[in-house]
């Protein structure tokens, strides 16, 4: 018995066959303006988080206070 073969080379990710779609798709400008909106979503959901952990330390604060 032979053992298999040993691929050389990685078996890209997902996000990695995307990007490599994305870029024979759209055009230099488009793929900029395309991951600066999703840089900006990322961080509205970011910031959205850390209200709502801000909140939750607030009520707490003042449920002890109580």
């Known amino acids: 018995m032979q053992a298999a073969p040993v691929r050389?080379?990685?078996?890209?990710?997902?996000?990695?066959?995307?990007?490599?779609?994305?870029?024979i798709l759209m055009s230099g400008g488009q793929?900029?303006?395309?991951?600066?909106?999703?840089?900006?979503?990322?961080?509205d959901r970011r910031r959205a988080r850390?209200?709502?952990?801000a909140q939750r330390v607030l009520d707490e604060t003042?449920?002890?206070r109580s």
């Open 50 to 53: 850390d209200r709502v952990e």
């Open 8 to 23: 050389a080379t990685a078996i890209p990710s997902f996000t990695d066959a995307l990007r490599a779609v994305e870029s």
């Open 62 to 64: 003042l449920s002890v």
């Open 31 to 43: 793929r900029t303006a395309r991951r600066n909106a999703w840089t900006s979503v990322m961080e």
